[in-house]
T-cell receptor, first 110, second 112 residues
Framework: ELKVEQNPLFLSMQEGKNYTIYCNYS?????LYWYRQDPGKSLESLFV?????AVKQEGRLMASLDTKARLSTLHITAAVHDLSATYFC??????????FGTGTRLKVLA | EPEVTQTPSHQVTQMGQEVILRCVPI?????FYWYRQILGQKVEFLVS????????KSEIFDDQFSVERPDGSNFTLKIRSTKLEDSAMYFC??????????FGPGTRLTVT
């Protein structure tokens, strides 16, 4: 059964610093997704990673996928306060089931 | 930009009552999903629906839960006899071809 783990669960970082969130999944997965959730809000899609070695970047966020290691990373460059949110990764095997990680609550301190 | 909508935004019900949560998917999307999120916790998959039938369901989705697409537009989640532990945010999500999911704003269900 597909399981997804994220670490760290909580991340407090200074503005301007870099950090990486890790997402491991247990079995073969077709695709890997990253979402952002602000408090009390829904999930916003950030990245869809479809193949080994895929790298996508949007602003200060960059996501990558290593299917051999069953690992995806979300790298934050020069963090700003606006990036404070909870970030979830999710993996799917086929079209019908998406399994989410535990989430990483990011707080960027001024 | 098309979006997924959900009603109601907040539902308060008494234990043992039936509730129906509604979702209007994006019009050309074919795959529909329900998730729940207990406050402060992770997003849990409940069920996926394609071609008018359930494709996959989780262990959470027991006999108390059902889904249907009664009129070709709405996608509903019914909980037959609510329990206190059903209190959560319920999100509907849709996708056209099984890739990027678009989430609705959610329904907060409070069972008292």
């Amino acid at each position: 059964e597909l399981k997804v783990e994220q670490n760290p669960l909580f991340l407090s970082m200074q503005e301007g610093k870099n950090y990486t969130i890790y997402c491991n999944y247990s079995t073969t997965s077709d695709r890997l997704y990253w979402y952002r959730q602000d408090p009390g809000k829904s999930l916003e899609s950030l990245f869809v990673l479809l193949s080994n070695g895929a790298v996508k970047q949007e602003g200060r966020l960059m996501a990558s996928l290593d299917t051999k290691a069953r690992l995806s990373t979300l790298h934050i460059t020069a963090a700003v306060h606006d990036l404070s949110a909870t970030y979830f990764c999710a993996a799917s095997s086929g079209t019908y089931k998406y399994i989410f990680g535990t989430g990483t609550r990011l707080k960027v301190l001024a | 930009e098309p979006e997924v909508t959900q009603t109601p935004s907040h539902q308060v019900t008494q234990m043992g009552q039936e509730v129906i949560l509604r979702c209007v998917p994006i019009s050309n999307h074919l795959y529909f999903y329900w998730y729940r999120q207990i406050l402060g916790q992770k997003v849990e998959f409940l069920v996926s629906f394609y071609n008018n039938e359930i494709s996959e369901k989780s262990e959470i989705f027991d006999d108390q839960f059902s889904v249907e697409r009664p009129d070709g537009s709405n996608f509903t989640l019914k909980i037959r006899s609510t329990k206190l532990e059903d209190s959560a945010m319920y999100f509907c999500a849709t996708t056209r071809g099984g890739y990027e999911q678009y989430f609705g704003p959610g329904t907060r269900l409070t069972v008292t």
